[in-house]
C-alpha cells in the first residue's frame, strides 16, 4: 500500500503574491531529500503555483501519519524564517498555529492525501490552484466523474457504468455527506453547486470502493476567523481503467469556470489552466490559476511531473479566461464581481458595520 500525500502552504510571495521564490524550493527540496534518504519518504517532488509552496510525497506511512505531517510542517516552518530574511510578502501567513500538535489539518496548511495499492499502470494528476477557495473542485469532480457529455466511459466502459460515490463537507459546520451517482445526482448537485459551503472531499468507484480522488477542503478564514488569503485547494485525482481517461480527467478546464478568490480572496474570476511557468497571477492578483501534474506512480516513485496544461489544446480556455476577466473586473465594487456580503465577513464588513451601527435607524 503506497500513500500519496499532497501538502501545500502559502508561506511568502514573490513579488507581492505572484509568485514562490527559487531559494524557497530549494530549500523545501534539500529538506524532502534528507527525509527520503531517511527512508520515511519513498519519493517526493517541490512544485509551486503562484505563491504556494507544494510538497508531493510518496510513502507507506499511511495517511494523517504524524512524521509526514511534521515533516511538512518543520519544512513550512523553516521557509517561514527564510521568507522573512528575504523580506517576503506575508511570510507565514499560512501557520496559524505556533505548536505543531500531530496532525497539520486545522493547522493551516492544505491537505490532501489517499492510500491505494498500484495498479499495473498509476497515472495520477495533481491539481493545484492559486487565488481561490475549497470548493474549486466541484465543478470538474462533477464533471469528471458523473457527466457522461464529459465523461464517455460512463457510458461505453463497462467498469465505470456503476457510477462514483461523492463525500462532500459543509465546510461551516463540519458535517460530511455521502451521495451516490448517477441515481442521486439532483441532489449532489444541490451541495455541489454551492462551494463557498460544500466542498468535495473524496471520490469513490462504487462497485470496488476504490479511492478514485481526493481534495483538500479547509477553510483559512474560518480557521483563522478573519482573512489570511485565500485556500488555494489541491486535488488528486486517479485515471484510467476504472476511473475517467487522462483526457476525461482534463476535459472540464476547457470551461474556465468562474470561482471565488482573486484580488484580497473577495471576487469572483475564471479559473485559468495554465502551464508551470505561467502559474504567476498578477493582474488584479490574478486571473486564479490552475496548474495540472502528471505522473506515473511506479514502485512508489514519482515518473514525473508532466505538465498537463502545457497544450495549444487549452489556449482557447486561457483566452475565454482573459474575456470573463475583462468583463468582470469592469464591474469594480459591485457584485457579482465581488462576492455577497456573507461572503466578506473575514474582511473589513465588520469594521465597517461597527464603525456605523449608530447611524442605521429603522425605516
Known amino acids: 500500500m503506497i500513500t500519496l500525500s499532497v501538502i501545500k502552504a502559502d508561506i511568502g510571495?514573490?513579488?507581492?503574491h505572484s509568485s514562490s521564490h527559487p531559494a524557497i524550493l530549494e530549500q523545501a527540496r534539500e529538506g524532502l531529500e534528507v527525509a527520503r534518504k531517511d527512508g520515511?519518504?519513498?519519493?517526493?517532488?517541490?512544485?509551486?503555483c503562484g505563491?504556494?509552496?507544494?510538497?508531493?510525497?510518496t510513502h507507506e506511512q499511511g495517511e494523517d501519519n504524524?512524521?509526514?505531517h511534521k515533516l511538512s510542517w518543520d519544512i513550512f516552518e523553516a521557509g517561514t524564517e527564510l521568507a522573512k530574511?528575504?523580506?517576503l510578502y506575508g511570510a507565514g501567513q499560512d501557520l496559524l498555529s505556533d505548536t505543531f500538535s500531530g496532525n497539520v489539518k486545522g493547522m493551516g496548511p492544505g491537505v490532501a492525501e489517499m492510500a491505494f495499492e498500484e495498479r499495473p499502470s498509476e497515472p495520477i494528476i495533481i491539481f493545484m490552484a492559486d487565488k481561490t477557495s475549497a470548493g474549486a473542485w466541484n465543478f470538474p469532480l462533477y464533471k469528471?466523474?458523473?457527466?457522461?457529455?464529459?465523461?464517455?466511459?460512463?457510458?461505453?466502459?463497462?467498469?465505470?457504468?456503476?457510477?462514483?460515490?461523492?463525500?462532500?463537507?459543509?465546510v461551516k459546520e463540519h458535517k460530511k455527506i455521502t451521495l451516490n451517482t448517477p441515481s442521486e445526482i439532483y441532489d449532489l448537485l444541490v451541495f455541489l453547486g454551492a462551494p463557498s459551503r460544500y466542498a468535495v472531499k473524496s471520490v469513490y468507484h462504487r462497485e470496488t470502493n476504490e479511492i478514485a480522488a481526493v481534495s483538500s477542503t479547509q477553510r483559512l478564514s474560518f480557521i483563522a476567523g478573519r482573512y489570511v488569503g485565500k485556500d488555494d485547494p489541491v486535488c488528486v485525482v486517479r485515471a484510467q481503467n476504472q476511473f475517467p481517461a487522462v483526457g476525461e480527467v482534463l476535459e472540464p478546464f476547457t470551461l474556465p469556470f468562474?470561482?471565488?478568490?482573486?484580488?484580497?480572496?473577495?471576487?469572483?474570476?475564471?479559473l485559468m489552466p495554465v502551464a508551470f511557468n505561467d502559474a504567476n497571477p498578477s493582474r488584479f492578483d490574478g486571473p486564479p490559476r490552475v496548474i495540472a501534474a502528471g505522473f506515473q506512480i511506479a514502485n512508489g516513485q514519482l515518473v514525473g511531473p508532466r505538465d498537463m496544461f502545457d497544450d495549444p489544446g487549452f489556449d482557447e480556455a486561457r483566452r475565454h479566461a482573459n474575456d470573463i476577466a475583462y468583463y468582470m473586473r469592469h464591474h469594480g465594487p459591485f457584485e457579482p464581481h465581488r462576492l455577497p456580503l456573507d461572503e466578506m465577513e473575514y474582511t473589513t464588513m465588520p469594521q465597517v458595520m461597527v464603525k456605523l451601527a449608530d447611524r442605521f435607524t429603522d425605516i
Open 85 to 87: 530574511k528575504l523580506k
Open 144 to 170: 469528471m466523474f458523473a457527466d457522461p457529455f464529459n465523461t464517455i466511459g460512463l457510458v461505453i466502459a463497462p467498469v465505470m457504468h456503476s457510477g462514483f460515490a461523492f463525500e462532500i463537507h459543509d
Open 13 to 16: 510571495g514573490y513579488v507581492g
Open 51 to 57: 505563491d504556494d509552496l507544494q510538497l508531493i510525497m
Open 66 to 68: 504524524e512524521r509526514i
Open 258 to 270: 468562474i470561482v471565488e478568490g482573486w484580488m484580497r480572496g473577495s471576487h469572483h474570476g475564471p
Open 40 to 48: 520515511l519518504l519513498a519519493d517526493f517532488r517541490v512544485l509551486a
